[in-house]
């Protein structure tokens, strides 16, 4: 066999190969996930609408005349989280709680979510939106503020914030799965074809690559 036939050979292998695996791929696409279920923190001055933190509550220092938002909620990316359906509105919040030296107010709203947002076997509780004010000392944290209006706190790994009020009483961010996007109501052939694995148009279509990558390779050969 030539040098030429040799590229040649090995042009048209790799082709078919990579064909064939690039199809088994797409018979094996897994599910792609919606997002994540957790709780997510907001922020407001007390007047402007709210703002998706850039901190954590465990660390984020509000202001005293601040608002904090807590929604839990399925969501894919931060610019798509549902925010609290509650307006950051802190005279309103904190009207009836009196400033005191040594302390800082920070309203609090917190919104446990939809029946859709709700983990399997778990119910979202009957009142949707809570609101409180803290009265705390000046240097406290946004999760400080939060445990001075609603216990009990449930937190996981690296200081997130997994439970409010009890709720949920399990999971931790956990990651939310969809059906394929491409997927169609099967025909009945393909029902038949249905064992779990590649359908039998797929392997078919790879058993042709593989023959035309074959034939190739033959001609090849005797060029040579």
């Not at 406290?140 to 790994?157: D, H, I, M």
């Not at 939310?176 to 064992?195: I, L, Y």
């Amino acid at each position: 066999m030539t040098a030429t036939a040799v590229r040649t050979t090995t042009r048209v292998a790799g082709a078919a190969a990579g064909a064939l695996l690039t199809l088994a791929g797409v018979a094996a696409a897994p599910a792609h996930a919606a997002g994540y279920r957790y709780w997510s923190y907001w922020e407001s001055d007390g007047g402007t609408p709210w703002a998706y933190a850039t901190q954590g509550p465990a660390t984020a220092r509000p202001a005293d005349g601040d608002a904090v938002g807590f929604r839990f909620a399925v969501s894919a990316e931060a610019d798509d989280t549902a925010k609290p359906t509650a307006a950051p509105d802190f005279a309103r919040i904190c009207a009836n709680v009196v400033a005191k030296d040594g302390t800082k107010r920070i309203a609090v709203v917190i919104d446990f979510g939809g029946p859709a947002d709700a983990p399997p076997g778990e119910t979202p509780p009957a009142k949707r939106v809570t609101t409180g004010c803290a009265q705390v000392r000046p240097d406290a944290t946004g999760a400080e503020a939060l445990a001075a209006v609603a216990k009990p706190l449930r937190y996981g790994s690296g200081a997130m914030l997994c439970g409010i009020a009890g709720y949920p009483a399990r999971g931790c961010g956990e990651e939310v799965g969809e059906e394929p996007t491409a997927a169609a109501s099967p025909t009945a052939s393909e029902k038949r074809d249905d064992g779990g694995g590649p359908s039998v148009g797929v392997l078919a279509g790879g058993a042709a690559v593989l023959a035309l990558g074959g034939a190739a390779i033959w001609k090849a050969r005797h060029r040579g």
